[in-house]
């Protein structure tokens, strides 16, 4: 498991050790104890957040069922402990990619933004039509206006 910045705020550090956990145990339903009911997601796909909790945690719970060999490599803590940036690899439908979490913390630890960057475009698209055929339905009522 990876070692948090030094600087993070402490509920910032046990929230993100308890966020490797559940991602390396590939189970996120323990998820919802650090995350903030207002929580919102920003998709690599979509220029709107979705919001609240509820509509992170679908799309965190989702994703972890597509990603293939989903590593992190490295992660940054901002100057004021509240904010991370994790690096990571995966495949999707053999497709390599490389991406980032930003994750915004309260001072409870509690996750209340979390936004995904993700490259090449091609493994951006395979990934967005994998989240479209499971929650293509269901994640679209949960887009908040910009």
Request: aromatic fraction near 8%.
């Amino acid at each position: 498991m990876m070692q948090a910045p030094k600087h993070l705020h402490p509920a910032v550090a046990q929230s993100l050790d308890k966020w490797h956990t559940l991602v390396a145990r590939q189970d996120l339903d323990a998820l919802e104890a650090i995350v903030h009911p207002e929580a919102v997601f920003r998709s690599p796909m979509a220029f709107n957040p979705y919001g609240p909790a509820p509509a992170l945690l679908l799309a965190l719970r989702t994703v972890i069922t597509i990603f293939e060999d989903f590593t992190y490599h490295r992660q940054f803590g901002s100057e004021d402990g509240l904010n991370v940036v994790l690096e990571f690899s995966a495949v999707v439908d053999g497709k390599q990619l490389k991406g980032i979490d930003m994750i915004r913390f309260d001072e409870q630890g509690r996750i209340v933004e979390f936004e995904v960057m993700i490259r090449p475009l091609n493994a951006l698209q395979a990934l967005g039509a994998a989240m479209g055929a499971r929650l293509g339905q269901v994640l679209p009522g949960f887009k908040q206006k910009a």
